[in-house]
């Protein structure tokens, strides 16, 4: 047999089949092989092959037969031989029926098989099997064997196409479908992320928020001057702010309520250990609001009052936990102790005022009353008018007291600082309190060192501070006592006033208070000594307005007391310009003009200023004191204030703009007699300003002074 060359063709059988193309195991896919066709006989009986053969060679005569006898050795040769077709015999040794056709289809799906059968069931079952054709053995002839197999060629052509074709179209299909799902995927995935990505974008908005949040409330937390506890639902300290470890004086977080309590010296307002059940905190715990409650924490380097609140921190509407806020109110409580000491001590003023007010009235009246009736001159006049002198002295000091030591207060004194010899003002101070010393029954002695002590200070203001310390020892030490008063130099700075005594001497707890006014020593009812306790208060007034100081030292109750006023020494001469004048000119003979409302005070200042030999005028109005002095033209005017018609003020500026008046010297006299009172007399033209009541001597050593054309002192 000739085997045929590639891409030869001839035509097919009889029946007009197509052409043939070569190949190898696997038929072509476009057009049936070309001959020679490669057939592979599978036949065990040499005589039925040699009939295959024949037929072939007389259909075609270029067919190339390959025979094997055994279907194992089909299956072998075809693992490297090529094949158009195989004929196979369906009864083999190693194969019988349709197995051998499963086997082949199962090792070439698409290798085309012809089966040689004499049974027609078995043809059948073959083609079932994947056969594509079948021939009986009676049957063998070139044509049908030509035709046979050129039908199953171009039959498995067409299977192969159509299932590669099927298979193209499922894949495409598939594609089309998996693009389709695998888009709808995609937009599900990108849907998934973009969810996500906002469900993240909102996640770090809600943590950077949150944080923000916990940041803002860590500041405030920390920054609060409330010192801020948070108990945990385990009973323990969670949270503690600084204000907390400072008040507290340690890191409490942590602590147990018994622990804390401990630690911080925690008391009830009584002063004793606070319970653990009575701490805000606990009972916080418990459900329980606890609302501005004082609690006293002591120890040994702390003492505070501070006012708690609690309220507990709920869940599912039971208490896990407690805040409280303790609020250090020190300072308030001390204010408020401090205030209701002065509301205790200002009624106790306002009784001992009453009092100190009253008591000089009934000898006065009673005077009065005397002198009266007596006959002038005599013995009990004489007496009557004492008393009466005595009392207004009392009344004088007492209104002046108050308003020096309200002065004092506003700092509204003015000191007139000159060169003082301590010596010489000591030594006066001593003999102007002798006689109340000697009424008395106290011994005083008065000693100043050789060396002389000069300070620069108010000669009157620092008489006025020993005067006060003595009329202190006086009213203090009993009859037969002693008081002893004495200058010194203190160091190179300072001059030291003592005043010691034999008398009461003072309590415990009392020195620090005694500066303070209106307090005293003397609580009883009946008050022997008298006064409002304010003559030391204006002692340590006056004494810091020199820059100096005032103490005071006992041994206690029954052992004495020694006062020291302590002043600057500084060497500053000031002369008193007019002083010598004023003495000279003090006994002559002026002309005055009282103006005064009140007609009593203006007709006793009359009479007085008349015993001392002045020409006097009285007025009771502004404009009755104008349209006098135009008649009377008095060398001083004595003006009141409040006058009806016109005041003082403008009765000043009235005199000061008419040239016939304007020269005149005019004293403002008034029960207003601070530094403003001063100044505002000074600027509406006055040349003095003294305070009622007046003293007499007081009144002529203002004539001297205004007549010599010196300004007035306010004495």
């Not at 063709?9 to 190898?24: L, V």
């Not at 025979?67 to 369906?90: F, K, N």
């Not at 307002?269 to 924490?297: F, M, N, Q, T, Y």
Request: charged share 25%.
């Amino acid at each position: 047999m000739v085997i045929p060359q590639a891409g030869e063709t001839r035509p097919s059988g009889p029946d007009g089949g197509g052409t043939r193309a070569s190949g190898g195991a696997t038929a072509g896919r476009d057009a049936p092989p070309a001959a020679p066709w490669q057939v592979l006989l599978v036949e065990d009986n040499p005589g039925d092959a040699d009939l295959v053969r024949a037929a072939l060679e007389e259909a075609a005569g270029t067919s190339q037969v390959h025979h094997v006898e055994r279907l194992s050795q089909a299956l072998s040769w075809l693992q490297s031989g090529h094949v158009d077709a195989v004929l196979l015999d369906l009864s083999l040794p190693d194969s019988a029926g349709v197995e051998g056709v499963e086997r082949l289809r199962v090792a070439c799906p698409d290798l085309p098989v012809v089966v040689l059968t004499g049974l027609r069931q078995s043809a059948s079952e073959a083609l079932r099997a994947g056969a594509q054709d079948y021939l009986g053995k009676g049957e063998l002839d070139g044509r049908t064997l030509d035709r046979a197999l050129g039908h199953a060629i171009e039959r498995q052509r067409y299977l192969v196409q159509a299932r590669e074709l099927a298979m193209e179209r499922a894949a495409r299909r598939a594609a089309e479908v998996g693009a389709e799902v695998l888009q709808r995927a995609n937009d599900q995935l990108k849907a998934a992320v973009q969810q996500a990505q906002r469900a993240q974008e909102l996640e770090t908005a809600a943590r950077t928020e949150a944080e923000l949040r916990r940041q803002e409330l860590e500041a405030f937390f920390t920054s609060m001057v409330d010192a801020v506890v948070v108990y945990g639902e385990e009973r323990r300290v969670h949270l503690a702010n600084r204000a907390a470890a400072e008040l507290f004086g340690a890191d409490i977080r942590g602590f147990t309520p018994e622990e804390f309590i401990e630690r911080a010296g925690l008391h009830a307002p009584d002063g004793s250990k606070l319970p653990v059940e009575r701490l805000p905190g606990v009972r916080a715990l418990g459900g329980e609001i606890v609302s501005g409650e004082k609690l006293h924490v002591r120890s040994p380097t702390r003492d505070h009052i501070v006012l708690v609140s609690a309220a507990p921190v709920r869940r599912s509407g039971a208490a896990r936990g407690a805040v409280c806020v303790h609020r250090d109110v020190t300072e308030q409580a001390r204010a408020e102790e401090a205030l209701r000491e002065a509301n205790r001590n200002k009624e106790e003023f306002l009784a001992v005022l009453s009092h100190e007010l009253r008591n000089p009235l009934a000898p006065i009246r009673n005077s009065l009353f005397i002198l009266d009736r007596a006959a002038p001159g005599g013995e009990q006049a004489r007496r009557a008018k004492a008393v009466i002198d005595r009392q207004v002295h009392h009344l004088t000091r007492l209104v002046d007291d108050l308003l020096d030591v309200t002065r004092i207060s506003r700092g509204k004194v003015r000191l007139q600082r000159e060169e003082v010899d301590l010596n010489e003002l000591v030594h006066r101070c001593a003999e102007d309190q002798r006689s109340v010393f000697v009424t008395n029954g106290v011994a005083l002695e008065a000693m100043a060192p050789e060396e002389l002590l000069h300070v620069y200070g108010d000669p009157t203001r620092i008489a006025q501070m020993v005067g006060n310390m003595l009329h202190n020892a006086s009213k203090f030490t009993p009859r037969g006592g002693r008081v002893t008063l004495s200058v010194r130099r203190a160091d190179e700075r300072f001059a030291a006033i003592h005043v010691c005594d034999t008398g009461e001497g003072i309590a415990p707890g009392t020195a620090a208070h005694l500066f303070e006014p209106f307090v005293q020593g003397d609580k009883t009812l009946d008050r022997g000594r008298g006064g409002l306790g304010l003559g030391l208060a204006l002692v340590k007034g006056l004494a810091e307005l020199h820059d100096g100081a005032v103490t005071a030292h006992s041994e206690g109750s029954g052992k004495g007391a020694e006062f020291v006023l302590t002043l600057p020494i500084e060497r500053r001469a000031v002369p008193r310009p007019g002083a010598a004048a004023a003495r000279s000119e003090a006994e002559s003979v002026r002309r005055v003009l009282v103006i005064d409302d009140n007609v009593d005070a203006a007709e006793s200042l009359k009479e007085a200023l008349e015993l001392n030999g002045h020409v006097v005028e009285i007025a009771n109005t502004g404009p009755d004191g104008v349209e006098i002095s135009r008649n009377f033209l008095p060398q001083v005017v004595l003006c009141d204030i409040g006058l009806p018609g016109m005041d003082g003020f403008e009765v000043v500026r009235t005199m000061r703009s008419d040239p016939e008046l304007g020269s005149i010297r005019v004293i403002a006299l008034s029960g207003y007699a601070s530094a403003e009172d001063l100044d505002r007399s000074r600027q509406a033209g006055f040349d003095g300003h003294l305070a009622k009541p007046v003293k007499l001597e007081d009144l002529e050593r203002a004539l001297s002074q205004a007549t010599a054309s010196d300004p007035v002192q306010r004495l």
